[in-house]
């Protein structure tokens, strides 16, 4: 009987703790994306904090900021793309003509490089947005430079996100 309980017990808390990580979609549906071949994509660095730094601190310590966020986003295009398994396939990057706008909000990049934000995606004339995501998180690898690193938990998130279109 004890060994019963425990087992409900630690059952009930493995969902809690899964569901607790999953991103949660709070308006609207990823098949926005459906037909779509590019997405325009902002990372919002505004707000947020890297190592409990500020995000001009970061950008003063890590050489080639402009160029490492390019790279991070083709490894977000290359996580999504790969869960999604061509249904969706889509570039995302610096395409302002595109229909949709995807606005990563970084909240924070703690010192493993793991990221936490929201996600918004924008129609890109109207700016309304038409999808909201909480707990956009990724999570980084275990070895590596901190554009490396960070590039790992992009591309994590693209690989959620691209789980998550196929529903």
């Not at 889509?90 to 302002?96: A, L, R």
């Amino acid at each position: 009987m004890k060994t019963r309980k425990y087992f409900i017990i630690l059952l009930c808390a493995f969902v809690w703790c899964s569901s607790s990580f999953a991103q949660v979609i709070t308006k609207g549906s990823l098949s926005v994306l459906k037909d779509q071949k590019q997405v325009n994509m902002i990372c919002d660095f505004e707000n947020c904090t890297v190592d409990k730094h500020s995000i001009d601190y970061a950008r003063n310590v890590h050489d080639n900021w402009d160029k490492g966020v390019e790279e991070i986003i083709v490894r977000f295009t290359e996580g999504y793309n790969d869960k999604a398994n061509g249904k969706y396939f889509c570039k995302f990057g610096e395409y302002p003509e595109a229909e949709y706008t995807l606005v990563y909000h970084l909240i924070d990049i703690d010192d493993d490089q793991d990221t936490k934000g929201t996600i918004d995606i924008l129609n890109t004339k109207s700016q309304e947005v038409v999808v909201h995501i909480d707990k956009a998180n990724g999570s980084a690898g275990t070895f590596g430079s901190f554009f490396n690193l960070l590039g790992d938990a992009f591309e994590n998130l693209g690989k959620k996100l691209g789980k998550l279109s196929k529903k």
